[in-house]
């Protein structure tokens, strides 16, 4: 059984960094890809990054050049490295399967 445990989240000023952790418990975490989302308030789940089983990242553009996943699998770990945060980037953070499991989420809030 598969359980995602996030942690790394704060309070932070515009164009300040945070990293997120992902912690996998469970099997096979280096045979699959991972997903980093995010839920603001009001607004519908993002997508904000995606690492496949071999390493490949991918972005969509409002983080990209800001944000870098990374996955190491032999401690069986996902991170997000937050670089040059916006109030924008404001919410929980989540960490995701493919097969569907999901973390209890981290809360980032970006304010002056």
């Known amino acids: 059984q598969v359980q995602l445990v996030e942690s790394g989240g704060g309070l932070v000023q515009p164009g300040g960094s945070l990293t997120l952790s992902c912690r996998f418990s469970?099997?096979?975490?280096?045979?699959?890809?991972m997903n980093w989302y995010r839920h603001a308030p009001g607004k519908q789940r993002e997508w904000v990054a995606s690492?496949?089983?071999?390493?490949?990242?991918n972005y969509p553009d409002s983080v990209k050049g800001r944000f870098t996943i990374a996955k190491d699998n032999s401690k069986k770990l996902l991170s997000l490295q937050m670089n040059n945060l916006k109030p924008e980037d404001t919410g929980v953070y989540y960490c995701?399967?493919?097969?569907?499991?999901w973390g209890q989420g981290t809360q980032v809030t970006v304010s002056s």
């Open positions: 469970g099997r096979d975490f280096t045979l699959i890809g």
């Open positions: 995701n399967t493919p097969a569907g499991n």
């Open positions: 690492i496949s089983a071999s390493g490949i990242p």
